[in-house]
Nanobody, 123 residues
Framework: QVQLVESGGGLVQAGDSLRLSCAAS????????MGWIRQAPGKEREVVAA????????YYSDSVKGRFTISRDNLKNTVYLQMNRLKGEDTAVYYC????????????????WGQGTQVTVSS
């Protein structure tokens, strides 16, 4: 199994940028597709970005396409989420998650989750 620890959340203003990081340990990182999943109060979890094992395939939800970029460094066992032009509706807890041997576009597909990091965007 894999352990995931997110960092980089915080309070920013609308229009600002923020980068989230997720450090993985415990298993071979390249066995896992990685994703960033968010949950806002009163809303269902949403996969906002995902990346496959090698980093060659990316997925974005329509709500963040063109503003967020997911990337992974397989030498550092780390996945990143660069968030630009943040909006108030991006306010949520952001979770890093791992799915074995796949690219996950739905929260239920993910096998392992981090504890989450809060992102709050003031408008």
């Amino acid at each position: 199994q894999v352990q995931l620890v997110e960092s980089g959340g915080g309070l920013v203003q609308a229009g600002d940028s923020l980068r989230l990081s997720c450090a993985a340990s415990g298993d071979i990182f390249t066995r896992y597709g990685m994703g960033w999943i968010r949950q806002a109060p009163g809303k269902e979890r949403e996969v906002v970005a995902a990346i496959n094992l090698s980093g060659g395939i990316e997925y974005y939800s329509d709500s963040v396409k063109g503003r967020f970029t997911i990337s992974r460094d397989n030498l550092k066992n780390t996945v990143y989420l660069q968030m630009n032009r943040l909006k108030g509706e991006d306010t949520a807890v952001y979770y890093c998650a791992a799915v074995l041997h796949d690219l996950g576009t739905r929260p239920a597909e993910y096998d392992y989750w981090g504890q989450g990091t809060q992102v709050t965007v003031s408008s």
